[in-house]
């Protein structure tokens, strides 16, 4: 097999500015393959539950889902972090059945903390004909933004995007800078040293947003509980497959702070656990055995400059409320421009829920059900479920199956496919949105049952 | 109210050289008439440090928002859980935001709108002073 070329930056595949237009490709890339790994907590120590084992998995049962063979994949996105905060310790030497398990690199940690391309090509001999692997970092979002603009350019024709996402033992963020006495950093100036949980900033936004608009935490309960139980349904969820119990209004209201008026359940937990989807051209996916489902246009919201892709900046030390609000709303515009779509076309929405707050400035950003700015918390009091004529998160997102930002791409594509199960909307829906993460730094696609 | 002491570094030196002194410094460029904070090594706005100083700021503000921490994993503010976590804008500069503790409001009892006033606190582990705010009494 001839080395693939190796792109080590996706950035220059992302839509990040206004006035791209439509996308060039509209219609012309499809999704035709889902895998996933089980799930569990924290990983168990066992070589055949690592992250790389687990990633391997989920790539094996897209390409059996899709219907080709190993040998027709000619492309590989991923992020090769797989880190959800939780890292390997530094006094703690590699397994060594781990490292017994599979063919190495020169580094222990493939496969065990990260994944590298030559990692996976090695541990999966039947990819016989990768000639391009590209990595995109921080999640599902970026690989499948990157993937789908690969293929519509031509540069991988089968082409497979994943993501892995490792729990190890121990609390996460509580080692490392967060116990010394003393901070260093850009992070002395921001909420990472004067609050600590990364669910502060949606929090403070979110106080903000009643202050200005009206309504109260309690109004995000239908929200909260609507998701979970849409995780329940979810087969390849944590919840579903560990803690099969609902939370209830009740449950919400009175559960723990973490950062008032972020409580327990408005933050998602992290697991371990992998997802992976085939995504081909249109011509190609009419003969393999799943209904396609077409990619109209993709979009996002963060700062390119060359190889780098970061956040959107912020104006000063937190990303207020209405740099939020403005993020979401120019990103949805963009995605909507690419796409050829507007909100009226959009029937379900999948938009990132890993603090469930900002759900509400996703929805009101991308006017989903007519959703004005100030109205999302009304909204929620009416029926959002997968049986209603607005199914808000019909995968029930992280807060629904755990923290992975892959359940809503699942998700959307089961849905247009009709293999969504007993999550199935009660809707015909043609066309649905799908993305992460937060409105500061985000990749989101429109899809449809039809190319046109 | 004990936190991590706040370690100066090149480009941040006269803000916290400052605050020892109990002045709020922040940086300033002349080209743009455009305050900055956190700062950066350039203007973000021109791109350019040649018209960037350091100028010193009033330092009354106004509360933004907040939030209440009640599970930090920062070692050093986890004995006085819960507290405030508000976000200062400056009349200065409504854009300039800060961070602050609120010393003297009680978890969860936050105004947002209320004037503050910056004061300085010595952290524990090296003396280094920072800004916080308090509410002004009326």
Redesign the interface.
């Known amino acids: 097999m001839t080395a693939p070329t190796i792109y080590t930056s996706a950035a220059a595949m992302y839509r990040t500015t206004d006035g791209l237009g439509p996308w060039p490709y509209r219609g012309k890339v499809a999704a035709v393959g889902i895998g996933h790994s089980p799930t569990m907590r924290r990983w168990d120590g066992d070589p055949q539950t690592s992250i790389g084992a687990w990633c391997i998995l989920a790539v094996r049962q897209a390409i059996a889902d899709a219907g080709v063979s190993p040998d027709q994949v000619d492309g590989l996105v991923f992020d090769p972090g797989t880190s959800t905060g939780a890292y390997w310790p530094a006094d703690q030497p590699v397994p060594e059945d781990f490292l017994a398990a599979f063919e190495q690199t020169s580094d222990p940690m493939d496969g065990l903390a990260q994944l590298s391309p030559e990692w996976l090509l090695k541990n999966m001999p039947e990819l016989t004909n990768v000639k391009f692997v590209m990595l995109a970092s921080h999640c599902m979002s970026m690989a499948v933004a990157a993937t789908v603009e690969a293929v519509g350019r031509g540069l991988t024709n089968v082409c497979i995007a994943l993501k892995g996402w490792h729990n190890f033992a121990g609390?996460?963020?509580?080692s490392g800078p967060?116990?010394?006495?003393?901070?260093?950093?850009?992070g002395?100036?921001?909420?990472q040293?004067?609050?600590?949980?990364t669910s502060?900033g949606t929090?403070?936004?979110f106080?903000?947003y009643t202050?200005k608009y009206g309504g109260s935490h309690d109004m995000m309960a239908p929200f909260v509980v609507n998701s979970r139980g849409n995780g329940l349904l979810f087969p390849e969820g944590y919840f579903a497959q560990h803690r099969n119990t609902p939370i209830t209004a009740e449950d919400y209201l009175t559960t723990?702070?973490?950062?008032?008026?972020?409580n327990l359940f408005d933050n998602d937990m992290p697991i371990h656990a992998t997802a992976a989807y085939v995504f081909t051209t249109a011509e190609r996916a009419r003969d393999l055995q799943q209904p396609p489902v077409y990619v109209l246009g993709h979009g996002g919201g963060g700062t390119v400059r060359g190889d780098s892709y970061s956040p959107i900046?912020s104006?000063?030390?937190?990303e207020?409320?209405e740099e939020a609000q403005a993020n979401a709303a120019s990103t949805a515009r963009r995605v909507y421009e690419a796409a050829g779509v507007s909100a009226t076309d959009i029937q379900f929405e999948n938009c990132y829920d890993g603090f469930s707050l900002f759900h509400v400035f996703w929805i009101e950003g991308f006017g989903f059900a007519g959703v004005k700015e100030g109205e999302c918390l009304d909204f929620f009091q009416t029926d959002i479920s997968i049986n209603g004529p607005n199914p808000v998160s019909p995968s029930g997102g992280n807060i629904g199956s755990g923290r992975t930002r892959f359940w809503g791409w699942t998700d959307t594509i089961q849905q247009l496919q009709g293999r969504a199960g007993a999550r199935q909307m009660k809707i015909d829906a043609h066309c649905g949105l799908a993305g992460a993460f937060m409105p500061i730094w985000s990749n989101f696609a429109v899809f449809s049952k039809d190319p046109g | 109210m004990p936190?991590?002491?706040?370690?100066p570094?090149d480009l941040?030196k006269p803000f916290y050289e400052a605050a020892n002194q109990g002045r709020l410094v922040l940086q300033y460029c002349a080209a743009d008439d455009r305050w900055q904070?956190?700062?950066e090594p350039v203007c973000?706005q021109c791109g350019s440090a040649e018209n960037l100083s350091w100028r010193q700021a009033d330092g009354s503000g106004t509360i933004?928002?907040?939030?209440?921490?009640?599970?930090?994993?920062?070692?050093?503010?986890q004995p006085d859980q819960?507290f405030n976590?508000a976000?200062i804008e400056l009349d200065e500069c409504r854009?300039?935001?800060?961070?602050?503790?609120l010393p003297g409001t009680p978890a969860?009892e936050v105004p947002?709108g209320a004037p503050v006033t910056v004061i300085f606190e010595e952290t524990?582990?090296?003396g280094q002073k920072v800004p916080e705010w308090q509410i002004v009494e009326s």
């Open positions: 609390r996460y963020y509580h967060n116990a010394l006495p003393t901070v260093s950093g850009p002395k100036h921001t909420p040293s004067w609050a600590g949980p502060y929090a403070m936004q106080e903000r202050h723990r702070w973490i950062a008032k008026p972020a900046a104006r000063s030390s937190v207020t409320l | 936190k991590q002491s706040p370690i570094d941040d904070y956190p700062p973000a933004y928002s907040y939030g209440v921490i009640y599970d930090t994993p920062i070692a050093s503010l819960p976590c976000v854009e300039i935001k800060f961070m602050s503790h969860g947002i524990p582990a090296t």
